[in-house]
């Protein structure tokens, strides 16, 4: 018996995924997409209807007779969850529905990289936004995105940006604020936030590259986020790239991390110029035609083309999602970049299409909130 309802509630968590996903779906397509009859999608279907997860959209006519067909579509206002995306400096948050659709956003400086000052500043900004204008909602759970390895969801194990070795922040945070919390990698919710929500939402395979204060790369594959117990080292950040190209902090000439990252692009100017720049004038400079920062934007750009030609031809993807604080660089080298990626293809190879997030931190955070609605999803108990 208790194999029997893992089995249904596996596929009730199947059946709320996909209308989250795809909806307004008719319940031909969900039955055509999870393998279940009729009969078995009214029973899976029937709680969520009650509980108000999900709502019957209007009626459309069906097939030759004529027969009307309501499609599931999810109830988007009758949850409410919050994103937090912790960074070096700042916790950033958004509040969101059932569909992480932000409905407001809000930011609170780090006080330090100790575990209790990050605690505080992510329990205060979550108080923020949920009290909004001063009318308290409630909040069904909290997801929070952060740059380093994270085990089940509960437990950082490693974040070198802010000294961290196995915290359980999930643990913390439960304690502190009394609802659900799901721990994530940065790139990894943020996948899953374009898988979900964005603007290749339902597309069975594509890549995401993030290019920041790192660099990082995110793959869906047959509509799963693709993820391993090493998914949060940042293993896309060295990539080879460019024989030629400056060494990145741990002594990988030409890496992804020492093209791409804004640490290094910022860097490698400021060597040139002889003083401290900060990225926002790099790209400054290039657009106005300085010889030194065109020379430094430039290298980028071809080894950024060079890495999204590398994922399309070895994970046979012909989407690449483009984010992170760093995409401004895409509009000064958007063309070479695509030259670049090209020349590594096969030409008769299909087109990569790339989309171009340029939400920043909203994006990130949305992908926090993504990952905190898909663990709500896996901790229903449904009857059988």
């Known amino acids: 018996m208790a194999e029997s309802q893992a089995e249904v509630s596996g596929s009730a968590r199947e059946l709320a995924r996909e209308v989250l996903i795809h909806g307004p779906i008719s319940r031909a397509e969900l039955g055509r997409r999870l393998g ?17 997860w999900f709502i019957e959209a209007s009626e459309t006519l069906q097939g030759a007779t004529g027969r009307p067909a309501k499609p599931l579509d999810v109830q988007v206002d009758s949850r409410r969850f919050v994103g937090v995306k912790v960074t070096g400096e700042s916790a950033f948050g958004v509040i969101t529905d059932l569909r992480a659709g932000a409905l407001g956003q809000g930011e609170r400086s780090l006080d330090g990289h100790e575990v209790d000052a990050v605690v505080d500043s992510v329990v205060d900004l979550v108080a923020r936004l949920r009290d909004g204008d001063g009318d308290a909602v409630e909040v069904s759970g909290l997801g929070v ?30 304690r502190e604020l009394g609802i659900p919390v799901t721990v994530e990698n940065d790139v990894t919710a943020l996948t899953t936030a374009e898988q979900w929500f964005g603007a290749v939402r ?17 793959l869906v594959m047959h509509d799963r986020v693709v993820t391993t117990a090493d998914s949060g080292l940042g293993l896309g950040g060295h990539l080879p790239l460019d024989p030629n190209g400056p060494l990145c902090i741990d002594g990988h000439r030409g890496c992804s991390t020492a093209m791409l990252s804004i640490p ?11 003083r401290e720049v900060d990225y926002d004038e790099v790209l400054r400079l290039a657009e106005e035609g300085n010889p030194l920062a065109v020379s430094v934007t430039a290298a980028a750009g071809r080894a950024l083309g060079r890495m999204m030609a590398t994922i399309a031809n070895i994970a046979m993807v012909d989407t690449i999602v483009l984010s992170g604080e760093g995409v401004g660089l895409w509009n000064l080298i958007g063309d070479l970049a695509r030259a670049a990626l090209a ?5 008769d190879a299909t087109p990569v299409e790339i989309h171009v997030d340029d939400a920043g931190f909203v994006s990130w955070a949305r992908g926090a909130a ?13 009857p059988a």
């Open 370 to 382: 993504a990952v905190a609605i898909q663990a709500a999803l896996g901790r229903l108990r449904l």
């Open 343 to 347: 020349e590594d293809r096969d030409p």
């Open 264 to 274: 290094s692009i910022s860097l490698q100017l400021g060597i040139a110029l002889g």
């Open 145 to 174: 995105s952060i740059g380093g390895n994270v085990a089940d969801q509960r437990v950082v194990t490693r974040a070198p940006f802010l000294g961290w070795r196995d915290v359980a922040l999930a643990d913390r945070l439960e």
């Open 202 to 218: 339902g597309r069975p395979a594509f890549a995401v590259v993030t290019i920041g204060a790192g660099v990082g790369y995110g």
């Open 36 to 52: 279940l009859s009729p009969a078995s999608l009214t029973r899976l279907s029937k709680p969520f209807l009650d509980r108000g």
